[in-house]
């Protein structure tokens, strides 16, 4: 297995209908590796994801995990997955949940331990349905740990966790991932791509549109964003052609641009602006400009910049 792509797609197509859900995604995954897995509602993410863990077929294309199928690889307690909803137990406890889901493996890890990783020790014997939203999705977790998987599917996994709920638990992702685990996460949360990836795949209608490192990303989007104080909303903004979006919230003014000098230029001279600000584009800004409607597929990082690394250079 130590030889073998953690996740090995090629030219998936999904329809459902008359809908292109996925139209010819490619995407390798390493051992090791922390994947973002990132676009708009309706992009083909979750689409994605069924069908790398063997949920959905595809219409073409394949996949291979581990070098087997989807449910081979699931079978063999290679691949687990924390999703957004779902596959809990309402009337049963914490800890019986967990159990039920050792009981499926040959050699699972220890119960208590799983909960102690998790975070949740402290909630054994409560019952599930008294858990909170974030709790059960630690929950999730540690029930996808039990088999000490290669590979973990992560789909949206910190939905309902307050803010140090989210640090501890990717904290614990970073750790496992030190050890060799493979992360494949999808997110809405952008600033946890940004911090806790190794790599950003972005997806648009169905397409991956760039695949890179997070600054890799962020440089795709070139331009700045240039925010001032306005008293009133200016419809010339909008038609400078260093411009490519106006965002009037109250009386404050946000710009994307590929020049911010002719913007500033203009808001100094042209209007009554001030409190002006000009900051180069983030993970956010990138992944507006790269799956809003109104993008154009973008052409791929340099070769290297998408390829998995190694096993080695993963874990380094």
Not at 74 to 93: N, P, Y
Not at 112 to 122: D, H, M, P, Q, Y
Not at 142 to 169: K, N, Q, W, Y
Request: net charge negative; aromatic share 4%; proline share 4%.
């Amino acid at each position: 297995m130590n030889n073998l792509l953690a996740v090995d797609a090629k030219g998936l197509h999904k329809n459902f209908g008359s809908v292109q859900a996925v139209r010819g995604i490619d995407l390798q995954v390493a051992p090791g590796e922390v994947v973002a897995f990132l676009g708009p509602n309706g992009a083909g993410k979750t689409t994605t994801i069924d069908m790398i863990l063997g949920l959905s077929q595809p219409g073409k294309g394949t996949v291979s995990v581990y070098g087997g199928t989807p449910r081979q690889a699931i079978a063999r307690g290679q691949v687990a997955a924390v999703m957004q909803t779902g596959g809990l137990l309402k009337d049963i406890t914490v800890k019986e949940s967990v159990q039920l889901t050792a009981a499926m493996f040959d050699s699972p890890r220890p119960v208590v331990e799983v909960l102690e990783r998790a975070g949740i020790a402290e909630l054994a014997d409560r019952r599930v349905e008294k858990c909170s939203g974030g709790q059960q999705q630690r929950l999730r977790f540690a029930m996808a740990l039990v088999s000490d998987p290669g590979l973990m599917i992560l789909d949206e996994p910190t939905t309902g966790m307050d803010v140090t709920g989210r640090r501890d638990f990717w904290q614990a992702i970073r750790q496992d991932a030190h050890r060799g685990r493979t992360v494949v996460f999808a997110t809405h949360y952008l600033e946890e791509a940004d911090s806790y990836a190794d790599r950003v795949v972005l997806v648009r209608k169905g397409r991956i549109v760039a695949d890179g490192t997070a600054a890799q990303i962020k440089n795709l989007a070139s331009g700045r964003t240039v925010r001032a104080a306005l008293s009133h909303d200016d419809p010339r903004l909008a038609l400078l052609p260093e411009v490519d979006s106006v965002e009037h919230d109250g009386a404050r003014v946000t710009i994307r641009t590929r020049e911010s000098d002719a913007v500033l230029r203009f808001l100094l001279t042209e209007t009554d602006a001030h409190d002006l600000e000009v900051t180069a584009n983030n993970l956010e800004d990138a992944f507006v400009a790269l799956t809003s409607d109104e993008a154009e597929d973008i052409a791929s990082l340099p070769e290297t910049a998408a390829e998995p690394r190694t096993e080695s250079e993963a874990r380094a």
